[in-house]
């Protein structure tokens, strides 16, 4: 029973942990919850959000829409040598890909809205502040609550560099209005790795910069390497070692990228792939006393605690380990710490990551540069590579 509160529990956000957290409260634990989430779009900002979150709107179910339609020219490149032929080129079409990625986005978000519906977990729509430690305004509307969960999330964070207005972020990336024809992506990480392939497979000419001499740091140095290979092997071009320092527009439209080594001019299209940031600003939380790190990102205790008492964070907004399914067990750690009278601490060890590069790849666990930094010196190492027998018979 919320008691003297209108609810039991109060989350901003309805991403992948608040939903889970909120649910789980009100169907394992009978709370009552409210979850606040700001109108549709697909890109995001200060006012616009969406069921769903970034995972379903801006990032995982996107993303691997794109990744699926890329791929189709690799095969029908192959096809050939299994005595397949066309009388004219496959020619693809941006704009159904666009707008059949959306109905689908709007499918999902429907199917969001009955999972709150079926849970008892009332959905209310408007940006989320917090007022007080147990009151939210939502568009100026005052709700009040015993506890209140933030989780809002991220989004992608950009350099203060000259002709940053040029550039385009991987929320805009996953909606432009038309194909780039040739496009310079910033950023050595999993963001950056995925979209190049994504813009390859569709004849995007594609140039990736990044600051380090190799890509995906944090993985396997092999990996890394493999990943890297293949790649160029497929027409993309890396440029290693360059710290973007201005972006220009010529007459023509066409941009030029100008880094600490050169300046390479005739993109359509300029991308920044070089971070995340959580989304706390105009929250409130500073004024109720919650803290945050120099990265705005909020600082939670192991049970996701913040600070005040009643305040809780899960999801990306804390900066542990942004990824989907670690907001989903930190949501329902939460729920069953502050409901179901079972302190529970988020589990982050041997975590599996994922890239939808193409190639892809995955980990989990320890890598062997970490193995010996460690101190496990006695370690078996172990390396084969597997080839596609259409790759062996030479097509």
Same mark, same amino acid.
């Given at each position: 029973?919320?008691? !003297? ?280 939380? =500073? ?59 988020? !589990? ?21 540069? /970490? ?6 010196? /006695? ?5 084969? =590579? ?10």
């Amino acid at each position: 029973s919320a008691g !003297e509160y209108d609810y039991d529990l109060f989350t901003i956000g309805a991403g992948s942990g608040g939903v889970r957290a909120s649910r789980f409260a009100s169907t394992l634990y009978g709370a009552r919850a409210a979850i606040c989430e700001m109108p549709f779009s697909t890109i995001s900002a200060d006012d616009l959000g969406g069921l769903g979150g970034t995972c379903v709107l801006r990032g995982c179910v996107p993303k691997k829409l794109l990744v699926y339609a890329s791929k189709f020219s690799h095969e029908f490149e192959e096809s050939h040598g299994f005595g397949w032929a066309y009388d004219t080129d496959p020619k693809h079409d941006w704009s159904t890909l666009i707008a059949n990625k959306n109905t689908e986005l709007q499918r999902l978000v429907g199917i969001y809205k009955n999972i709150l519906k079926n849970a008892n977990v009332d959905l209310i729509e408007g940006r989320g502040k917090v007022v007080d430690p147990h009151t939210v305004s939502v568009d100026g509307k005052l709700y009040t609550a015993k506890n209140i969960l933030i989780a809002v999330g991220g989004r992608p964070s950009m350099p203060d560099i000259p002709g940053i207005e040029h550039v385009i972020d991987s929320d805009a990336a996953l909606d432009l209005p038309s194909k780039p024809e040739k496009i310079a992506i910033v950023g050595g990480g999993y963001i950056a790795l995925e979209f190049a392939g994504i813009f390859n497979g569709l004849k995007s000419d594609v140039h990736v910069f990044i600051r380090q001499p190799k890509v995906l740091r944090g993985f396997d140095e092999e990996v890394r390497d493999f990943v890297a290979e293949q790649m160029s092997l497929r027409g993309i071009t890396f440029h290693t070692e360059h710290s973007p320092q201005a972006i220009t527009k010529s007459n023509d439209g066409l941009l030029s990228l100008k880094t600490n080594k050169e300046t390479i001019g005739g993109f359509s299209h300029v991308m920044f792939a070089t971070g995340r940031k959580p989304n706390t600003k105009n929250l409130g939380l =500073e004024e109720v006393g919650v803290k945050m790190d120099k990265k705005g990102a909020i600082v939670v205790d192991e049970y996701s605690r913040t600070s005040v008492d009643s305040i809780w964070a899960v999801g990306d907004v804390t900066d542990r380990i942004n990824l989907t399914p670690v907001a989903l067990m930190e949501g329902g750690a939460f729920a069953k710490t502050l409901f179901g009278d079972e302190p529970t601490k988020p !589990e982050y060890r041997a975590v599996p990551a994922a890239v939808f590069s193409q190639p892809p790849i995955g980990q989990v666990g320890l890598t062997e540069e /970490q193995v010996i930094i460690y101190g496990m010196h /006695q370690i078996l190492l172990h390396t084969k =590579e597997v080839f596609h027998m259409h790759i062996c018979a030479g097509y």
